[in-house]
C-alpha cells in the first residue's frame, strides 16, 4: 500500500516534469526525417500567389512540405519578433523587413526584391453606390474600407490620397472627404475583399493584386494613375536561425523563376527581372 | 500509520498539480506587467485609441448586458418553471452561441443583418444600415454572450423553493409581486453573476464585432480589436489596453464575488 502511493506521485511528478520539458525540445525533431518541411510566413496579399506557387513546387518535389502562414505583415513581423522561425519570410514592404533585419532575425544578404504592386480600388460588380471615378469616392455616404495606418496597405493608401491632396484637381478637401467616408480600418487585405463582395461596402483601396483571377467578375477595379499610385516592392528572404538554408534557396528560386513568376502575373503582380 | 501517509501521498501529488496550474494562469498575466514601465504604460493612457476604446468597451458591453438581462430573464424564468413541447430546442439554441466559434457568429449575423442579408435587405430599403455601426458591436456582444446569463438565471430560479413562492401567492400577493419580492431575491446571486459572466464575455468579444461590425476608433474598435489593431503598430499600446481589460475584468469578478457572498 505504502509502495504504491510512493510510487505513483513518483511516477506522476516525472510525468508532469516530462511535461515541462516536452515543451523545450519541439525543433530538436523536425529535419532528421527525410520530407523536408519548409515554413514560410508570407504577406497576406500573396495568398492566392503563393497557394499556387507552393502547390506547384510540392508536385514537383514530393519530398518537400511547403507550410505557408499567411497574415499581415506586421502581424507576421511581430510574431518573428516574439519568437516564431519561419524558414522564409516575404514582406509586403521594406519597413518591416528592414527592421528585422537590423535586428538581427535575418539573414541579410538573402533578403531581396522580388516583385511590385500598386494599389487600386475595387467596387462590387453592382456598383450601387455608382462609383465610376475616383472622385466618386468622396460623394457623401460611400461605404469605403481602407488598411489601418500601420499595415502596409493601409500607409500605401494615404500616400496615394496625399499626393492626390497635392494635386490642385482633388485637393486636401477630396482627402478629407474621402477619409470621412471610411467605415472600418482593416489590419490584413484578405479581410477587406470579402466584406466588398458581400456588399458589406462600397469600395475600398487595395493592392492590384488582390482581385483573385476567379473574382474578377464580382468586382470591379478602378485604376489609380501612375502619377498617384505608389510602388510597392516586396522583398523576401531567409530567416537567421533557418537550418534549411539550401531547401529555401531552391524554393525563392522557384519563385523568382519563369513559373513562379508565371503564377505572380497571373494573380496581378509585376516580378521584378532578377540579374544574377 | 498507513492512512496518514496515504493522505500525504495524496497532497504530494495533488499540490504540484494546482501549484502548476495556478503559475500556468499567473505567468502570463503577470508578464502583461513586467513587460512595459509605468512611464510608458501612462504615455499610452493618453493614446486617444486606448480611451476611446475603453468608454466604447464599457458603453457596449453594460448595453448589451442590460438587453440579455431584460430579453433573457423572461425566458430563463419560462424555462425553469414550465415544461412545453420544443423546450429542449429552445434550451439548446439559447446555448448554441457558447459552442459556435466567434466567426461563425461574425457570418451568422453579417447573412442575417448585412446589407445584402436575410433582414439587412429590408432594413435597407428604410435607409437603416447596421453593419459596421456601434449597434453591430452590441448585436455581436448580446449574441455571443447571451447564454451565459440565460443559463446561470434558468439554473438559479430552478434552484428557488417553491414553497416560499406558493406561500407569498396565498397571502395574496400577485404573480409579479412574488416574483420580483420573492424569487428573484432568493436567485439573487445566481443572477449576478450570470450578468457578471455575460459583461464580461461582452466586454472580450473580438471575432463577431471584427467580422459584422467592422473596425473603426471611437465607433466599433472595441478593447479587443484595439488591441488587434496597435499590435500591429505600438506593443506598448496593445500591452497598456490588456492590461487595463485584465485589471476591469479581474475587478469586476471580485466585486461581484464579495456582493453575492452577502447573505439575502
Not at chain 1, 485637393?171 to 482593416?186: H, R
Not at chain 2, 440565460?150 to 395574496?172: C, K, M, P, W, Y
Request: hydrophobic content about 50%; charged content about 15%; aromatic content about 8%.
Amino acid at each position: 500500500m505504502k509502495r504504491i502511493a510512493l510510487s505513483t506521485c513518483i511516477l506522476s511528478l516525472v510525468m508532469i516534469a516530462a511535461l515541462l520539458f516536452a515543451g523545450c525540445t519541439d525543433s530538436g525533431l523536425v529535419g532528421e526525417t527525410p520530407p523536408t518541411t519548409l515554413t514560410v510566413f508570407c504577406a497576406a496579399s500573396l495568398t492566392g500567389a503563393f497557394t499556387d506557387i507552393a502547390q506547384a513546387y510540392e508536385d514537383k518535389n514530393p519530398d518537400v512540405n511547403i507550410d505557408l502562414v499567411f497574415d499581415g505583415t506586421q502581424a507576421l513581423r511581430t510574431q518573428i519578433e516574439q519568437g516564431a522561425s519561419p524558414d522564409i519570410f516575404v514582406s509586403a514592404n521594406t519597413k518591416h523587413m528592414d527592421a528585422l533585419k537590423a535586428a538581427g532575425f535575418m539573414e541579410n544578404q538573402t533578403v531581396f526584391f522580388f516583385l511590385e504592386n500598386g494599389m487600386a480600388v475595387i467596387i462590387p460588380a453592382e456598383n450601387s453606390a455608382g462609383i465610376t471615378r475616383l472622385s466618386d469616392l468622396a460623394k457623401p455616404g460611400v461605404k469605403l474600407v481602407i488598411g489601418t495606418k500601420d499595415v502596409p496597405f493601409g500607409s500605401y493608401t494615404r500616400q496615394v490620397l496625399d499626393k492626390m491632396a497635392a494635386d490642385p484637381r482633388y485637393g486636401q478637401e477630396y482627402k478629407d472627404a474621402v477619409m470621412a467616408n471610411v467605415i472600418s480600418e482593416e489590419t490584413a487585405v484578405s479581410s477587406v475583399v470579402p466584406k466588398l463582395m458581400l456588399g458589406e461596402a462600397d469600395a475600398a483601396f487595395v493592392y492590384k493584386s488582390d482581385v483573385q483571377p476567379g473574382d474578377r467578375d464580382k468586382v470591379i477595379q478602378i485604376e489609380i494613375p501612375e502619377e498617384y499610385n505608389v510602388v510597392a516592392r516586396y522583398p523576401l528572404g531567409i530567416l537567421a536561425e533557418s537550418d534549411q538554408v539550401g531547401a529555401s534557396e531552391e524554393f525563392i528560386g522557384h519563385v523568382t523563376g519563369p513559373e513562379g513568376n508565371a503564377i505572380l502575373v497571373k494573380y496581378g503582380f509585376d516580378p521584378i527581372e532578377q540579374t544574377v | 500509520m498507513r492512512e496518514r501517509f496515504g493522505e500525504n501521498g495524496l497532497i504530494l501529488f495533488l499540490a504540484p498539480l494546482i501549484i502548476l496550474f495556478l503559475l500556468f494562469l499567473t505567468i502570463p498575466v503577470a508578464s502583461l506587467f513586467l513587460r512595459i514601465s509605468p512611464a510608458a504604460f501612462i504615455e499610452s493612457l493618453g493614446n486617444p485609441v486606448v480611451l476611446d476604446a475603453l468608454l466604447l468597451s464599457l458603453g457596449t458591453a453594460t448595453l448589451s448586458t442590460a438587453i440579455v438581462i431584460l430579453m433573457g430573464t423572461p425566458l430563463s424564468y419560462l424555462n425553469a418553471r414550465t415544461t412545453y413541447p420544443g423546450k429542449e430546442v429552445v434550451d439548446t439554441l439559447t446555448d448554441l452561441p457558447i459552442v459556435m466559434p466567434p466567426a461563425v457568429a461574425g457570418i451568422a449575423l453579417l447573412m442575417a443583418f448585412g446589407r445584402r442579408g436575410v433582414i439587412g435587405e429590408y432594413l435597407d430599403m428604410f435607409g437603416l444600415q447596421i453593419a459596421f455601426t456601434t449597434l453591430a458591436v452590441i448585436l455581436a456582444q448580446v449574441f455571443v454572450a447571451s447564454p451565459f446569463y440565460i443559463r446561470q438565471a434558468r439554473a438559479s430560479f430552478e434552484a428557488v423553493d417553491r414553497t416560499f413562492e406558493d406561500a407569498a401567492r396565498t397571502l395574496g400577493a400577485g404573480r409579479l409581486r412574488v416574483f420580483f419580492r420573492v424569487t428573484v431575491p432568493i436567485a439573487w446571486s445566481g443572477l449576478v453573476s450570470g450578468a457578471i459572466l455575460t459583461f464580461a464575455r461582452a466586454l472580450g468579444e473580438f471575432g463577431a464585432t471584427i467580422m459584422f461590425a467592422g473596425n473603426f476608433q471611437g465607433r466599433t474598435q472595441t478593447m479587443p480589436l484595439a488591441i488587434y489593431t496597435t499590435m500591429q503598430g505600438d506593443l506598448n499600446d496593445a500591452i497598456s489596453l490588456a492590461i487595463i481589460l485584465v485589471i476591469i475584468s479581474f475587478g469586476v469578478i471580485l466585486l461581484v464575488k464579495y456582493i453575492t457572498r452577502r447573505p439575502i
